[in-house]
């Protein structure tokens, strides 16, 4: 299963967020790179983060994010 090149950036761009707190978030600006932008706007398509421009995590884009945190604690490990 490979991720595409979409996937990964989402993925960089929730790894920014704070793992431990739904207080805490994101302003992704006008003059960041257009694949920040798009992934942001993604993210928020799918229910992830409550502003098309980054704001907060939702309840599901924590749980990713957590999830996330585990993958990156065990690739690190070994």
Aim: glycine content about 8%; overall charge negative; cysteine-free.
């Amino acid at each position: 299963m490979a991720l595409t090149q979409e996937q990964l950036e989402e993925l960089q761009l929730l790894s920014l967020f704070p793992v431990n707190t739904l207080q805490a978030g994101l302003k992704i600006h006008s003059d960041a790179a257009p694949v920040r932008i798009e992934a942001a706007q993604r993210l928020f398509a799918k229910g992830l983060i409550s502003q098309s421009d980054g704001g907060y995590l939702t309840s599901l884009g924590l749980e990713a994010v957590q999830q996330l945190e585990s993958l990156k604690t065990m690739l690190a490990a070994g």
